[in-house]
């Protein structure tokens, strides 16, 4: 009997492929989707990981440099097994005219130890010269031939840019400046030509394993740490865990609104697929088949499909993935056992989505079952236990994210499974709230005429069929709001905060001593500066620390504003003409190392204090790259001057924000498609499960333009109620979702945003679609002849 059970399933799908594609596209996708998600995130976390330990990749053993010895390097060459040793340096430094730190890494003598290439230019090789990686050439407006100026707090150096280096393009490349230099420039005897991580490369002759050749460095290393390269690799990729963290974030998000959208197109698609089978499956009945052998019949297509889809999903999403790698110049990395994982949710997938559908089939007596549609008794039990699922729902859902408004270390995990879980309900509830709705509209309607009123009516007269519609283009439109609204409010978040802890727009200050004369009027001059103000300043003894003085008018001459990392409640400042002691508050507008008072205190404590700052003001609509570019020509020539300032640190997060948000475009724009998908579905098979109706309608002299327009009026109906609530859901679903994220930032306040225009697009662009996705099942229903249609079963 199980054989018959499997060969009738089989021969329905080889039958039915028409009813069929609709699911196994929706799966498709589903699972594309998601294998894309793992992939292009695996790929990034590998790129991430391998640029923390490009510098040691290619070396067998790693000794760390902590005591002064001269002799070390000599030493390690000579121990038998090492076929080379080169010193390698790291350091940074804060370019001039430009709030960017950039890291200096020493280009290593052995050729084989060098991680990059050079895409333009050639490497360095004296102590005054530099390549750059080519997003931080282009972040900073240099090319080969320009000069740049590093500094730190006591010294600078400038270096001429002989050439650029290969960067890539992923998310996070660029958020850190790069750049080699010769390891002649650590010769030189100023602070920031100082190495602030030195490490001996060796690579070994292959005579010995790493770690019997780790044991022999060990005997001559000191006290200097000795480790194998994967030893050494596995430590620093253990402390880098932000990236690593963002990525598994990334994906526990992709993956649920994969599963999420996928799951509910599905489902819906079979709903209705069943329905269309009901009188098949109550013929089944009546000729003696059990609910036991139905119920297996349906779990067997499920398994079919879903193993068709999952197939075509896995080729799909790691096709993408490769395109992505390449684009942003990674190297595709697949996860094997995510990839298998992702193709086993697809069966399962599939075969859960059947459950409810399968229920209600053996559910049904076979007379009932040979009705053409089920009974309103039916329906309003089917009614009541989806009001009270739904309920729990999103009860439950609003519920987690309460929790995670609260202190817990899993207040994000709460927020986002919170609205998970919500968003099902509301999905759940679709068939109680979108009839109510489309009941207004029916109102509306009434008075433009028959095909109209019918229309309308049609989309009240099922509520399960419009449910299944409405939910396709609730999750289509929810989706893309709640990214619009989430970066939108995320950006002006970022920048509230930005603005409360950069208080000022742009800085030019010197660690000590005066501003050339003229230096204010020249920083006037460049476009986009709207205001300065020129500051005294000095360096005073505060508490026995050695800090920055500024003197700020409006300040009150009894506090002092000091940076917040400084942690000062008081503070007793020693000047060179006077002291005073005064309680401190800790205030962003002290830059950082840095104390504010009034002018009146600064005189007390040095009354030869020279104008060391200038602090200015930018228009709100300003070209960064070009101000910043402005700023360097002007300031370069000042030796020691250090740009800050909240428009850098914008720029920083703006940068990032747009990184991240052009990522999940690309994978949200594939959920929208699924969803775009599952309303051409849905659509289409109610079109196809009324062929008897709509020929019933036709023999009783509805022309076919008239048909035509009844589907199309109800397209946009529906259409427009699932875009309205879509928009409120995503609305919501992208502010809750700013502030969970907004909090595990340490935000202090949460800022909303929302685009009217790019809202008004997505609406027309939902309403449009819904539209033209009722043209084919339109046009297909119009051609077919009544009598034909009417014998269909």
Do not use: C
């Not at 228009?619 to 020691?640: H, K, M």
């Not at 640190?649 to 475009?665: I, P, Q």
């Amino acid at each position: 009997m199980r054989a018959v059970v499997l060969r009738m399933a089989l021969a329905e799908v080889r039958a039915n492929p028409r009813r069929i594609v609709a699911v196994v596209l929706a799966i498709t996708i589903s699972v594309g989707y998601l294998a894309a998600s793992a992939t292009v995130l695996a790929s990034e976390s590998a790129t991430l990981d391998r640029s923390v330990i490009a510098r040691t990749a290619k070396t067998d053993v790693v000794v760390t440099v902590t005591a002064d010895d001269p002799g070390l390097v000599q030493r390690v060459r000579g121990i038998d097994g090492v076929a080379s040793a080169n010193l390698s340096y790291l350091s940074h430094g804060r370019v001039t005219g430009s709030s960017e730190w950039v890291q200096q890494q020493s280009v290593p003598d052995n050729p084989a130890l060098r991680w990059t290439g050079v895409a333009q230019g050639v490497w360095p090789q004296g102590p005054d010269e530099i390549a750059l990686g080519t997003v931080t050439a282009k972040q900073l407006t240099m090319t080969v031939g320009d000069e740049i100026t590093i500094n730190d707090a006591n010294s600078s150096a400038t270096l001429r840019v002989v050439g650029l280096t290969d960067e890539g393009d992923s998310l996070l490349s660029g958020l850190a400046q790069s750049s080699f230099v010769a390891p002649a420039f650590y010769t030189g005897a100023a602070s920031i030509r100082t190495s602030l991580q030195t490490e001996i490369l060796v690579i070994g002759t292959g005579a010995a394993t790493p770690e019997r050749l780790a044991e022999r460095i060990e005997q001559v290393a000191g006290g200097n740490a000795v480790e194998t390269s994967s030893e050494f690799a596995q430590r620093k990729m253990s402390e880098q865990t932000n990236g690593v963290f963002l990525f598994q974030l990334l994906l526990l998000v992709f993956g649920a609104i994969a599963l999420l959208v996928g799951g509910i197109m599905i489902v819906n698609t079979f709903l209705i697929l069943v329905t269309q089978r009901r009188r098949q499956i109550g013929l089944l009945r009546a000729l003696g088949a059990s609910n036991t052998q139905i119920r297996r019949g349906l779990f067997v297509e499920a398994t079919a499909i879903g193993l068709i889809g999952s197939s075509l999903g896995l080729v799909l999403g790691v096709g993408v993935s490769a395109i992505v790698a390449n684009r942003l110049g990674q190297v595709l990395t697949v996860p094997t056992g995510q990839i298998a994982a992702v193709a086993l949710v697809g069966v399962v997938l599939a075969v859960l989505s059947v459950v409810v559908p399968a229920r209600r089939a053996i559910r049904i007596s076979p007379l009932e079952a040979l009705r053409p549609v089920a009974d309103r008794q039916a329906e309003r039990r089917a009614s009541r236990s989806r009001a009270v699922l739904s309920t729990v729902l999103m009860v439950v859902g609003l519920a987690g994210v309460w929790l995670g408004t609260g202190e817990s270390p899993f207040a994000l995990l709460f927020s986002v499974g919170g609205l998970l879980v919500f968003a099902t309900g509301l999905l759940t509830a679709t068939g109680i709230y979108l009839p109510a709705l489309l009941r207004v509209a029916t109102g509306l309607l009434a008075r433009f005429g028959p095909t109209a009123r019918l229309a309308a009516n049609n989309t009240t007269r099922n509520p399960g069929r419009a449910a299944a519609t409405g939910a396709a283009l609730i999750v289509a439109v929810g989706i893309v709001v709640t990214l619009q609204v989430g970066a939108a409010s995320m950006k002006a978040t970022a920048n509230a905060n930005l603005s409360h802890r950069f208080p000022v727009d742009v800085t030019v200050s010197l660690f000590d001593g005066e501003l050339p004369p003229g230096a204010a009027r020249d920083i006037a001059a460049v476009q986009g500066i709207t205001s300065t103000q020129e500051l005294r300043s000095t360096r005073v003894q505060a508490n026995g620390t050695n800090l920055r003085v500024l003197g700020v008018p409006g300040v009150s001459d009894n506090q002092i504003l000091a940076d917040p990392y400084l942690k000062l409640t008081t503070a007793t400042l020693l000047g060179k003409t006077g002291s005073v002691t005064l309680p401190a508050t800790s205030d962003y507008l002290a830059p950082a190392d840095t104390v504010v008072v009034s002018p009146k205190t600064l005189a007390t404590v040095d009354s030869t204090a020279a104008v060391g700052t200038v602090w200015a003001t930018t228009a709100p609509d300003v070209d960064i790259t070009a101000l910043r570019s402005q700023l360097r020509a002007v300031v370069a020539p000042i030796t020691g001057a250090e740009v800050g300032g909240g428009l850098s640190a914008k720029a920083s997060y703006a940068e990032f924000l747009d990184r991240l948000l052009m990522l999940t475009t690309m994978l949200l724009a594939v959920a929208v498609l699924i969803a775009l998908t599952g309303v051409g579905n849905t659509l289409g098979l109610s079109v196809l499960e009324r062929t008897r109706e709509s020929a019933l309608l036709r023999a009783l002299g509805m022309q076919r333009t008239g048909l035509r327009k009844m589907l199309a009026i109800e397209a946009i109906l529906l259409s427009t109620v699932g875009t309205a609530v879509g928009i409120a859901a995503g609305t919501f679903f992208g502010w809750i979702g700013t502030q969970a994220v907004s909090k595990e930032l340490n935000f202090t306040t949460v800022t909303f945003s929302m685009s009217s225009p790019q809202t008004a697009v997505v609406a027309i662009v939902a309403i449009v679609a819904g539209v033209i996705s009722s043209v084919l099942p339109g046009r297909r229903a119009a051609r077919s002849a009544p009598v034909t249609a009417l014998a269909t079963e």
